[in-house]
């Protein structure tokens, strides 16, 4: 389980500060949490607070047990927390197959780097030897990002946004690899997301907007409330940039 | 004959693990020691200077010639010019390379002057790499000179590395492309503690339909200095692309000047140029792997290099 106990942070990032506000919150094992809201809430901030790119102002963060609130990114790698970027860096010179085999060296078990091409909607063959640089379109990026996470045998795997870039096909096929890992590995997964097809994967959906929890519940009870929720002028029945494949700036 | 030390120096500028197939000329410390010639490539001796002709005959495939020197001794100067006549529409390798084991306190240099004729339809291969060790003070220091002229059709490829121990270099190659020549240029560096290295290449596609294309890497740490100077001149009908991008760590200095130049009004040239230093957003992804802070620099570096 992972356990976040009262944490704040205040953190002057690219987007001006960003803010979370004492957060509680436990993902229980084996789990699919949604996390979603406006953009802003604190969502990608609780992420970076998870995987360790920031570390809280105050509160705890507890693995199974073990307090690694001052950990750093690597030894919470190595205990089998795992993060993919909403925005995944590039890198000159190292290929699709180098970076999906560095993802799954810790892995005690073997892992089939194409298999977890295919899992992302890409062809193996074209893909291996292409090199993990501005060549690959933005979508072909975020596929990729998430074959790196999938290559990991984690206890929590953390994705942020993974539906930006990718087709409809891909997205159904993504959605049975959540699940498969989730199962396979018993892997804790927490999907940030506005998607409502990746919403109907999790067994729990929190709300966050303005650093803080705005709902946490099973995902029928949230689905509904933001479904019906009626406040503004559109004719489509959404949350302001929840539930509809629709980005929104506010 | 050679030693373990100057099969280790063999190894590290020209990968030979053996004394290698095919034609060769070994040079240690200023004069030839090993020599090999085949039926279509010959290796003669200059008669008015240091140095040798290296002639492939036309329509020679396949082949390759290794000509690594090294150098084991301080208070060497070694200067040797070169000619290669690469006949129409062969298709060789040439592996050259300067490894310098320095363990005195006097400087050791080697000047290679490189001269290749690349005839009609040929496609040349050319690698050139640079290494340097030894514990002694005295500098390690190498100036290549390359000229190359292409003909029409011809392909050339250069790959010039240098990774290092080399303490000062300045690197000039010159080339001209004649019609439907093609080039490609590869440019690695690392430079580190307080090595300089100076690198300067100057393109001229004199012909119609020629193209060139360099791309250069470099990484500076410490308080290494690289200097860089690039420049395409298209005067015809002709397409060039410079890209050049440096990693800058420490308190390392870089200066990169490339310059595209058009006299003729369907020439097609680009450059780009980048100097900065490794994204954090790289580290923290290799980090979120499970790699150390200073594995993933040196697989993100050694990546940037390849």
Redesign the interface.
Known sequence: MLDIQGVSLEIEGDRGTEILKNISLKFYDKKIYVVTGPNGGGKSSLAKII?G?YNPTSGKILLEGQDITYL???ER??LG???A?Q???R????KVK?LLK??A??NPEKVNICDLLYNVGLCAQDYLDRDVDSSLSGGEMKRIEIA?VLA?NLKVAVFDEPEAGIDLWSFQKLAETFKNINQQYDTTIIIISHQERIMELADEIIIMSNGTISAQSERDIILAGILNTDDCLCSTKCAKGVGQNAECIG | MLNALDKLMLEKVADLHEIPQGAFNIRKNGHGVQRNTTANIDIITKQDKSGIDVIVKPYTKGESVHIPVIVTEDNINDVVYNTFEIGEYSDVEIIAGCGIHNCGDHKSQHDGIHTFYVRKGAKLKYVEKHYGQGDGKGQRVLNPKTVIEAEAGAIVELELIQIKGIDRTNRETDIKLMGNAKLVVTERLLTYLDQEAESSINVELLGADSSAQIIS?SVAQDNSKQVFYFDLAGKNKCRGHIQC?AIIMHNAVVLSTPRISAYHSEAQLVHEAAIGRI?S??L??????????KEAED??L?????
Request: glycine content about 8%.
């Open positions: 995987m790119v750093s990114i690597t790698a190595r927390i795992g993060y970027f925005s995944p860096p890198f000159k010179g190292i180098d560095m993802a060296s810790y790196t990991r | 890497r991008d994204e957003e790289q923290i992804k290799l980090m979120s792997l499970g790699f150390s802070e697989t993100i050694n990546g940037f290099l390849k």
